[in-house]
């Protein structure tokens, strides 16, 4: 994977999915400590998924001069979670988001990396998918989306916050 030495859409696109990894690897924190048996070992691989991601994401970016976007302290969470219900609902949350981001990549020119961007769409889809028992026709596309343009906007939630 080489993006170009331009500072341009390969490089926002990269940015964008590594902050969509930083939030899900603290989303998973939260969800795992929820979970039990089968399920909490499901997080856990999942978490290691999205290190090795996030750590592949800021190689490349630190190949190509640039500067991978730090994660935040801590996450505000789209909803609260206080259960295994919400555990396993925040887990598929984290997956569409990140599967969001990465239509990024795979909206680019530069075939390697829109390549790794489909597989990573592909693999938040069938973890999402694990989680809900149910699949998206276009995973990382809401109901609402009118096209790809606006996927990349707000992949990263969930939004960073203050609080620890």
């Known amino acids: 994977m080489r993006a170009s030495r331009g500072p341009g859409p390969e490089r926002r696109a990269l940015q964008s999915a590594l902050a969509a ?3 899900a690897i603290y ?4 969800a795992g400590a929820h979970l039990t048996g089968a399920r909490r070992r499901a997080a ?6 999205h290190q090795l991601a996030r750590d592949s994401l800021e190689a490349e970016l630190t190949s190509v001069g640039a500067r991978p976007v730090a994660a935040q302290a801590a996450y505000q969470l789209p909803f609260p979670v206080r259960g295994h219900s919400a555990a396993i609902t925040l887990a598929a949350f984290l997956e569409d988001r ?3 981001a990465y239509l990024g990549l795979v909206a680019l020119d530069d075939p ?7 597989r990573q ?8 998918t694990a989680w809900t028992g149910r ?4 995973p990382g596309l809401s109901a609402a989306s009118p096209g790809l343009a606006a996927t990349a906007a707000g992949a990263a939630s969930p939004r960073p916050s203050a609080a620890p």
């Open 21 to 23: 990894e930083h939030a």
């Open 27 to 30: 989303g998973y924190g939260v």
């Open 44 to 49: 856990q691989r999942n978490w290691t998924a």
């Open 98 to 100: 990140v599967a969001t």
């Open 112 to 118: 390697r990396l829109r390549a790794w961007g489909a």
């Open 121 to 128: 769409v592909r693999a938040s889809a069938l973890r999402s």
């Open 135 to 138: 699949s998206a026709a276009f």
